[in-house]
């Protein structure tokens, strides 16, 4: 993971985010959304890790991603222009392309913070859902102070 890290925000990337992100079973669908918007100068500034720390099943509500989305303004306007509610239905998450990530324990995903993404749903216990845990970390690029991300390290 090192040199792929390496590659998208170099050595003298700043961490700014690490936590534990926690979905319970019966968590609903996660609208999608960007952590920062689609700029025309396409600079990425923020690079997110999620690491899955148990293996990830489609009951337990894998992360949703829309691969290229990181790059289509447009599609980021058309999103905005959605409610909450509407953002995270069947329509919207096929409309845009959302793709399901399930994945073996330790396995990461690097992931450009302008990506439409989002939780599953997760669900209930009697159905197969169990808590579900991803580590994620967040680089930010040298010179960069993207718009949209909340940097809970300073």
Request: hydrophobic share 35%; proline share 8%.
């Amino acid at each position: 993971l090192g040199p792929a890290l390496e590659e998208q925000v170099s050595e003298e990337a700043r961490l700014v985010e690490l936590s534990c992100l926690i979905s319970d079973p019966g968590a609903k669908q996660q609208p999608l959304h960007p952590d920062t918007p689609a700029t025309e100068s396409g600079s990425p500034g923020l690079v997110t890790v999620f690491t899955a720390l148990q293996p990830i099943s489609r009951p337990m509500g894998p992360t949703v991603v829309c691969p290229g989305s990181h790059k289509n303004i447009s599609a980021q306007e058309e999103l905005f222009k959605l409610d909450m509610e509407a953002r995270a239905s069947e329509p919207a998450l096929e409309n845009f392309g959302s793709e399901v990530v399930c994945c073996s324990a330790g396995s990461s995903l690097l992931m450009d913070s302008r990506l439409l993404h989002g939780g599953g749903a997760n669900l209930a216990a009697g159905e197969g859902g169990m808590r579900r845990r991803l580590l994620y970390c967040t680089w930010m690029l040298p010179g960069t102070a993207p718009a949209g991300s909340t940097y809970s390290i300073r």
